[in-house]
């Protein structure tokens, strides 16, 4: 999927609500575990619940490799009940992955062909050569890890280097690299007094902000300081909307969480004048 193509999704919808999909069944509603595959009967009516008022979704590779062989397997479900019913959808396979050459490329194959994702997160610790093969792939995504919304990302990405931060010599070095066109970035939403200064580097990039709601960040600062004249964003929300109700209402209570989010985007895209 493009990055037009999205943002027309956007448009339409009145809505940049990614749906992150951190499935752990120690919280799903308990009926659910007497389902044959758990993890993808959760999904999937979460899926079916918030499609309306989502134009992503991001499943967390953590929460599904953590069941091994099954967990694997369904995430290879989810992933083909949303290229198969909801196409228009942006799918994001959060997984962190950032290793060289022939293993970078392999990685790639997996999420792009294997199991047909849009995009993957990346770490750029490694540099060109672990990002760029995910850049290969027409109308594919690498969303490379930029500003992150946990407590010790003062560690490493706040430190000074040739006069900049370390974050944003990540970004600056970032678009020397091949097909630019085809990286997007975290930043985390707790972070959003630095989208201001960010945006003076990658004014066209899309971002993918987590961190708003079970994390404090606000909403209205990320749109006021993120937002381009394409939206620009992707905010994304995990456990908030997962598991507004642990109860047989769980999807409903969902839905209404995500439609909530919704209604708040669409304001923040109306006042832009980009809807």
């Known amino acids: 999927?493009?990055?037009?193509?999205?943002?027309?999704?956007?448009?339409?919808?009145?809505?940049?609500?990614?749906?992150?999909?951190?499935?752990?069944?120690e919280k799903i509603p308990p009926h659910l575990l007497k389902e044959e595959d758990p993890i993808f009967s959760f999904a999937k009516a979460i899926i079916d619940a918030t499609h309306s008022f989502a134009v992503a979704y991001k499943p967390n590779l953590a929460f599904f490799e953590a069941y091994g062989l099954q967990g694997w397997q369904a995430f290879k479900k989810v992933i083909d009940y949303l290229n198969t019913h909801y196409p228009d959808h942006f799918t994001i396979a959060d997984a962190k992955r950032g290793d060289i050459g022939n293993t970078a490329g392999r990685y790639a194959k997996a999420f792009f062909e294997t199991y047909g994702v849009d995009a993957v997160t990346v770490a750029p610790y490694m540099g060109r050569d672990a990002v760029e093969p995910f850049l290969t792939f027409e109308g594919k995504h690498a969303i490379l890890l930029a500003l992150t919304s946990n407590p010790g990302a003062a560690d490493f990405q706040y430190t000074k280097e040739e006069n900049h931060l370390l974050f944003e010599k990540v970004l600056k070095t970032s678009l020397e690299w091949e097909n630019t066109d085809r990286l997007m970035y975290v930043v985390g939403a707790t972070k959003a007094e630095a989208l201001h200064a960010i945006r003076k580097i990658i004014p066209d990039s899309f971002l993918l902000v987590p961190g708003v709601g079970a994390q404090g960040g606000s909403l209205a600062e990320v749109a006021q300081n993120g937002m381009n004249s394409q939206c620009?964003?992707?905010?994304?929300?995990?456990r908030g909307i997962?598991?507004?109700?642990?109860g047989d209402d769980f999807a409903a209570a969902a839905a209404a969480e995500a439609r909530k989010m919704q209604t708040q985007m669409a304001a923040h895209l109306n006042s832009a004048g980009l809807i």
Do not use: P
């Open 1 to 25: 999927m493009t990055q037009q193509i999205l943002f027309q999704q956007i448009k339409s919808k009145a809505s940049f609500l990614c749906v992150g999909l951190d499935i752990d069944l």
């Open 232 to 238: 620009g964003l992707l905010v994304n929300s995990s």
């Open 242 to 246: 997962l598991y507004a109700s642990q």
